[in-house]
Each structure stands twice: as C-alpha cells, then as structure tokens.
C-alpha cells in the first residue's frame, strides 16, 4: 500500500487512515455500552412460551396478593382503632383505679415517713382488705366551734353505736375534720384529743388551723381521706349547715358511675378587689378587669367530689394552686381537667320557711343554711329549729337503699 500524500492508484492517505480508526473506536464505545446496560424487568429473557406464561401468573398473583394482604393489614388497622376508641372509658377507669391505689400507697407511705399518725381503720383495712363506702362526709370545723360540733351531734348526725351501724350497714363515714394548731401539742389540741376520746367522731389532719388556710386544709382533707377510706364520693360541709344524709346520699347515687364527677349549687361571684371587705381576692388580677366574675364553682357550705377527683387532689397537691376562698380554690383544680360540674340546687336550700315548704312538697332538701351567713345564722340554737321542721326523718336513713 502506498502511503504517500495525497496518495493516488487506489492508495489511502494518513489522514482518511485517521479518521476510521477514530470512527471505529466510537463505534465500539456505543456498542460496549450497549452490551453492558442493565435490561429492565419487563425484558428479562425466559427459556420458552410455557415457561414466559407460568412465570407470569406467578408475577401477577404475587402483585395481586402482596396488595390484599396490605388491604387486609390496614383494614386490621382501623378495626383496632375503632376497638382503641370504644374501650376508652374502661381504660380510663382501669388507670383512676390503679392512680387511686397509687395515691392511698403515697398517702400512706408519707405518713410513715412524717411520722403522722394513722387512723384506725386505715389499720385494719391493711389487714383485711379495704371494703368500699358509699361516701365520707367530712365536717369542716375549728377549735373553737365546740357548741356546733354538739349541735350537729344531737341533731343530724348519729352518734356512738348508731354511727357505727352506719358505716358498717350503709357504708357512710361521718367525722369532722381537724388540724392542730401551730405549736402542735399545746392546749388547744389536747382539748380536741380529749373530745375525741369522748365522742370518737374526728379525722385529724395534718394542717395549722387557721381562717386563711382554707383552701390547704380542704386539699388535706381529700387527701388523708381517700387514703383512708375507698368511697364513691367525698362530701366536704361546714359544721353551720344543716344534712339530711339519706337525701344526698340518692342524689349521689345517681352519679355513682360517671368518671370525675363534681356536685354542688355552682355559683358565680364577683372577684373581689378591694382591700378590707369580706372574700377579698389578693389575685384578683389574675380574674382580668375589675368587675370580672369567677369562673362556675360550687359553693363551699357543701360539695362532694368523685373519686377520681378526690385522687386527682391527692395525686397533684403539691402543685395544685391555692386561692383565698376555698371553694374558688377547688373549682380552680377541675377547670383543666375533664370533669362534670352537677349543679343541683338542694344542696343549697334556706332555712324554714324555704326548706320546710319543700319538705311538705315531698322536695326534701340535703342542705340548708342562710346564704347571707354562709351558713345557719346562730347555727348553735337554730340548727334545731331547721332540724324540726326540715329533718327527713329518722326511719329515713335506715330504710334507705341507695
């Protein structure tokens, strides 16, 4: 071959001989990448017809059945949904029952370390179990309400024996409710020690009595109480309010099972702000603009709480914020939780002749009282008076069935 330039005779110049080895190398670029390219899975060879058809059906059912079973997998999904939603208030029970026991085991173990005494029935229910009660009313009073203490004693409340039968025949537990003073030990608790050993009807807490401590000895009262006692409610009442027990005792029971349940005449008073005048509210400011009322409350002569409610208190009293007014202060601790406000107005009746009318109606009222006292004007001589004309009767407690 001749290589000469601009070769002639069928010759190939150098620069032609170029030109196809670079064309060549980019042919053989093109079909190396070609080889080399993955196939997709729609072009997968397969021996045969038969075998192409077999494994097909195999591919198409595998599809097919990997999508039921993620059908099924989410239907199964929302059927436990559906079962979640339907069993929340058993779920919900179930945790206030074991909180509650959780709650009674704090209390206890406090009291130990506190080195408080703890009551006698709470020993006993140690031993063989805590039965359940109806309720435990609770009657707020202080050191020097000796002469309504014994009002109460002879009118409305049983007393010794009958107060026994009471607890063991109808599950109600009656005490009043009291602290110690600030130098624990001094006269005036060994006075109250002395009326206890007479009477038996006291459930000391531990608290410094005072007017304006309110608001923290009804937070210890729930406490100590549902660590005592295992009752559907809780009943807290001054000792200038006259009970008839078997009526609020079937009102109670008509609630007995809703969750968080808290019952009373709920009212709404002006937040007061001005210095010196009667239930002055040292936060009033928190209330918004002067004028402002109070959020719904029930009124502090009597209220009952659930029990969920009462181991709620128990549970938070560490952090539960106190006002000057008790019953703002417990109203305050239900506004963030989910509980039931029962608003029922024979919890809060007047004095004859308000609750002797409705007696006479066949309305007998749970609790009477003057509102412009804050309880029975004089309560020590006229609580005998409402007694006698309100009172339900004695056979009515005793043939009760709620």
Not at 66 to 95: G, P, R
Not at 300 to 321: E, F, M, P, R, W
Request: hydrophobic content about 35%; charged content about 25%; glycine content about 8%.
């Amino acid at each position: 071959m001749n290589w000469k330039k601009g070769g002639a005779d069928g010759g190939v110049s150098r620069r032609w001989a170029v030109l196809l080895c670079l064309g060549s190398f980019c042919l053989g670029l093109l079909f190396t990448n070609r080889m080399w390219t993955l196939p997709e899975a729609t072009e997968i060879a397969r021996p045969n017809q038969n075998q192409n058809d077999e494994d097909s059906k195999k591919v198409a059912a595998g599809d097919c059945g990997s999508k039921k079973v993620q059908e099924l997998q989410n239907y199964k999904d929302v059927l436990q949904v559906q079962d979640a939603h339907q069993d929340v208030q058993t779920l919900d029970k179930t945790i206030a029952s074991l909180e509650t026991e959780l709650a009674a085991a704090r209390a206890l173990q406090e009291s130990f370390l506190n080195g408080s005494p703890v009551a006698e029935e709470f020993k006993v229910s140690e031993s063989t179990g805590k039965r359940k009660y109806r309720m435990v009313i609770g009657i707020n009073t202080a050191f020097s309400s000796r002469k309504r203490r014994d009002s109460i004693r002879y009118t409305w409340m049983p007393r010794g024996e009958q107060r026994k039968k009471l607890e063991e025949e109808k599950g109600i537990i009656i005490r009043f409710v009291i602290g110690h003073s600030a130098i624990s030990g001094g006269i005036i608790d060994r006075a109250i020690e002395a009326e206890d050993r007479k009477h038996g009807d006291f459930m000391k807490i531990d608290h410094v009595e005072g007017y304006l401590a309110l608001s923290g000895k009804t937070k210890t009262y729930f406490s100590t109480a549902v660590s005592l006692w295992d009752a559907d409610f809780y009943v807290k009442v001054d000792d200038d309010v006259h009970v008839n027990i078997a009526t609020l005792g079937q009102i109670l029971s008509k609630h007995t099972w809703k969750p968080r349940v808290y019952i009373g005449c709920m009212k709404s008073g002006p937040v007061l702000s001005e210095k010196g005048v009667r239930y002055y509210e040292p936060e009033h400011w928190k209330f918004g603009e002067p004028g402002n009322k109070y959020f719904r409350h029930a009124t502090g002569q009597l209220y009952a709480i659930s029990k969920d409610l009462a181991t709620y208190i128990s549970i938070n009293k560490h952090v539960l914020h106190q006002y000057i007014n008790e019953d703002v202060s417990l109203g305050s601790w239900f506004l963030g939780i989910d509980a039931e406000h029962i608003d029922d107005r024979r919890l809060c009746c007047g004095t004859p002749p308000d609750c002797e009318w409705k007696a006479q109606a066949g309305n007998i009222c749970a609790a009477s009282f003057d509102w412009k006292c804050s309880g029975i004007c004089n309560s020590e001589g006229r609580i005998w008076e409402v007694h006698n004309k309100c009172a339900e009767g004695d056979k009515a407690l005793w043939n009760s069935t709620f």
